[in-house]
């Protein structure tokens, strides 16, 4: 069937623009991945879509990648309609200056990726679309591990033709802390790994609930081997880290500290920093009865070792029924200012920290 068919037999998709919200060339981008991004002005105000001067086709993950060192934005946009994957990269002035077809055997929803100084690894993992579904109006993804699970490496710039595939045993990952060159060639990557997608489309049921933990990958020169190691079997996700290490070797990651993980039914009640290359972590709990959405990180102007900043949370006092912003020094885990909010603050996704002199 033809896009232009799909389309319009599904009619109009609401861009929610609610999934990420990230800053890049001066512009602040809400993002959610179905969809182009959405401009926003320094009050919140809508200014409307953002397409890179109408070079943008096709939609943008609210997952992109910035290079700390060039300012390039690297980032994709997947399809259910062909063609089902093309990865972009726009300089720091805005200009869109990459833009490459990925094939895919087939549509896949795909999240997140990630990037290294010099190359893109997608993941193609076995969470297909139906079609039929989707012009039903039903939930149209569904995990399928039949149809089997790649890896890609793909050299920033190049042409989609050129990916190089490994082929993998099923997994499924929602975010990726980080990844990087290693000096053999060889990628490392880190991320919150799932037996599988969470969705029960098929009608089974998740015998051991969805549980994602924090696992090591390492991808082989010349995209040769892909090698996994968990490193801590707590459940956890929505992984952060300092952003001045986008695609560098670094060694902390943060992310969510469950007080209840059953089943889909996920509770966050405070911050994990883990050390990613041991597998170790420390937590803070924000109080009795707080939950919290995702942490993100504020780095230092004035230090720019690794972690040395702030972590910024939305959390609910469910017995005080109030909303705040929890502010802990991210290299102790202290809380060291808390912003008393006016009213209720749904935690949402995901958010970014923009120093008032980037937006
Ligand atoms: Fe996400």
């Not at 800053?23 to 919140?44: F, N, T």
């Not at 990648?65 to 997947?78: A, L, R, S």
């Not at 990613?276 to 924000?286: A, D, H, K, N, Q």
């Not at 885990?333 to 749904?346: F, G, I, N, Y």
């Amino acid at each position: 069937m033809p896009p232009d068919d799909i389309f319009a037999r599904v009619g109009p998709i609401k861009n929610t623009a609610n999934t990420h919200i990230v800053s890049h060339a001066g512009h602040l981008l809400a993002l959610m991945e179905g969809l182009g991004p959405i401009e926003v002005a320094d009050d919140l105000t809508t200014s409307g879509p953002f397409d890179f001067d109408g070079r943008l086709a096709g939609s943008m993950t609210a997952h992109p990648k910035t290079d700390p060192v060039t300012g390039e934005m690297v980032f994709f946009g997947y399809s259910p309609v062909a063609p089902y994957l093309r990865v972009h990269s726009s300089d720091r002035s805005g200009e869109l200056t990459w833009s490459t077809v990925v094939e895919l055997p087939g549509p896949v929803m795909m999240h997140d990726f990630v990037v290294t100084e010099s190359r893109v690894v997608i993941f193609d993992l076995p969470a297909v679309f139906d079609l039929h579904a989707l012009l039903r109006g039903e939930t149209a993804i569904f995990w399928d591990p039949a149809r089997g699970a790649r890896v890609g490496v793909l050299d920033r710039g190049a042409p989609g033709s050129s990916v190089r595939w490994i082929d993998v045993d099923p997994f499924w990952v929602f975010h990726f802390f980080n990844a990087h060159d290693e000096p053999d060639g060889s990628i490392a990557v880190t991320g919150c790994r799932a037996e599988r997608l969470n969705t029960t489309f098929d009608g089974s049921e998740l015998t051991d609930g969805y549980r994602p933990s924090v696992w090591r990958w390492t991808i082989g020169a010349e995209a040769t081997s892909f090698g996994a190691t968990q490193l801590d079997d707590a459940p956890t996700d929505f992984p952060r880290i300092d952003e001045r290490r986008t695609g560098l070797d670094n060694r902390i990651g943060y992310s969510g500290h469950a007080a209840r993980w059953s089943g889909d039914e996920v509770v966050f009640d405070g911050v994990k920093r883990y050390d990613l290359r041991t597998g170790s972590s420390e937590y803070r709990r924000f109080g009795a009865n707080v939950t919290c959405g995702e942490t993100v990180f504020a780095p230092d102007p004035d230090d720019p070792a690794e972690g040395s900043g702030w972590l910024l949370s939305f959390v609910h006092d469910h017995d005080a029924d109030e909303s705040m912003v929890a502010v802990l020094d991210a290299p102790t885990l202290e809380p060291v200012a808390t912003v008393h909010l006016p009213r209720r603050v749904p935690f949402g996704f995901h958010g970014s920290y923009v120093a008032a002199s980037a937006s």
